[in-house]
């Protein structure tokens, strides 16, 4: 069974066919500058040289045909035709509380999809596109929709419900929704898997730590809470974003730059976190650089986040009344034994204790904790989009 992974952007599309035989991916690639001048792809079949072919795309109805074409193409394609695309799975960003699990798309799908775009208006208005397109240009090949959200409905109310008053939840839909859910799913249940034993067996902490970064109490296999809210900006301090603040931060930096309350929450969005704290660097490997050399900013930046991390950590052990395994996944999480290292310094109350020569390595699962550690601490590297493939062929599969 061949499964086309599509994650649609406003001006972006990526996308997967992954052969579930193996679970191997047949192409990946990208298509870049949706609607802009230079709109072009990048497309890799698997064993072959990437290709880039520069080619209007003034909608994402051309992008999705070239993306076809690709996979289709005599010379470099990797299927004879369409036929060969037995489904297509469709990430898409919120599902509000309407979903708490992946769904086969069809109208009425497509209608409670559309009632959660004010709940994020950046991103499920491009979801859907890529979904109406697709079902215009394979009629009759089953799509399933994957919410970043769905994995999070199982938070108890006084993890997900704000103090605020209640109409802010009952008319306007406020509460914690949390992101990375695909992730936090497909992490938790590979590090049981990777443990030999079953998520309902365990209490996780999975520590995403990208560019954006969240974190998550698995317990038992259900999401009971997480470090992201109502939008991604709460939280961990992350690459540009602020994450946790005082709310009433936001009037008061408004006034003093004489900014509106729009272009205040853009710079807690973009220009904060640790590319705010240094004014510029938000790559790791750049504050790691900087953090070696004794920059000042760099090692702030750093060791606050860091110790929010801990913080986090901390949180969802109690929580969960203790934690079994802690994952690091992502950019960061997966890459940057420094980083991990820091952050279980402040884990020696659980009895965590780190082995520096396995904290060395990358790219893999692997267990950093020593075999005496209370906790087992591992980095599972994520794949959202194989998550989305399997969600894809168990629903289709029925
Ligand atoms: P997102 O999907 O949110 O854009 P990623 O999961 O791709 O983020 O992670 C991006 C982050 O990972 C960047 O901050 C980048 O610097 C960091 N990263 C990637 N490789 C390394 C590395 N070798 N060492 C430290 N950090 C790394």
Do not use: W
Not at 195 to 216: F, M, Q, W, Y
Not at 309 to 336: K, L, P, Q
């Amino acid at each position: 069974m061949n499964i086309l992974v599509i994650n649609c952007g406003s001006s972006s599309l990526k996308f997967q066919l992954i052969d579930m035989t193996n679970e191997s991916v047949a192409a990946k690639g990208l298509c870049e500058r949706i609607g802009i001048d230079g709109s072009r792809i990048v497309y890799s079949p698997a064993g072959k040289d990437k290709i880039t072919i520069e080619s209007p795309m003034p909608t994402h109805t051309e992008a999705i045909k070239l993306v076809l074409d690709c996979l289709t193409d005599k010379e470099n394609g990797v299927i004879d035709s369409l036929a060969a695309i037995n489904a297509v799975g469709h990430r898409v960003v919120h599902g509000g509380e309407k979903f708490a699990d992946s769904i086969i798309i069809n109208d009425e799908v497509i209608k409670v999809v559309e009632e959660c775009n004010e709940l994020a208006p950046l991103h499920n208005p491009a979801n859907l596109i890529g979904i109406n397109v697709c079902r215009e240009l394979m009629p009759g090949v089953p799509m399933v929709a994957v919410f970043d959200t769905a994995f999070h409905q199982t938070m108890p109310p006084k993890a997900y419900l704000y103090g605020l008053p209640i109409k802010a939840y009952k008319e306007y839909k406020i509460r914690r929704y949390g992101f990375h859910g695909t992730s936090h799913k497909f992490v938790s249940k590979e590090i049981a898997n990777y443990l030999g034993k079953k998520p309902e067996d365990l209490r996780t902490i999975v520590c995403h730590l990208g560019n954006g970064a969240s974190i998550c109490a698995v317990d038992h296999g259900k999401s009971v809470d997480t470090s992201m809210g109502f939008t991604p900006l709460a939280g961990l301090v992350m690459g540009t974003r602020s994450g946790d603040i005082d709310p009433a931060i936001v009037e008061y930096y408004a006034n003093k730059e004489g900014l509106t309350l729009a272009e205040t929450i853009n710079v807690l969005n973009k220009k904060s976190g640790m590319d705010g704290l240094t004014g510029g660097k938000s790559d790791f490997r750049d504050l790691e650089a900087g953090y070696n050399e004794g920059d000042e900013a760099c090692v702030n930046a750093i060791e606050i986040f860091c110790y929010n991390v801990a913080r986090f950590v901390g949180a969802y052990v109690a929580a969960m009344n203790g934690v079994d395994a802690i994952a690091f996944t992502a950019g960061i999480g997966e890459n940057s034994g420094f980083v991990r290292g820091k952050v279980c310094e402040y884990l020696g109350y659980l009895g965590i204790t780190i082995d520096p020569e396995e904290n060395a390595k990358r790219g893999e699962n692997l267990t950093i904790s020593t075999p005496d550690s209370k906790v087992k601490v591992c980095v599972i590297p994520t794949n959202e989009e194989l998550m989305i493939a399997r969600d894809t062929k168990a629903l289709v599969e029925g």
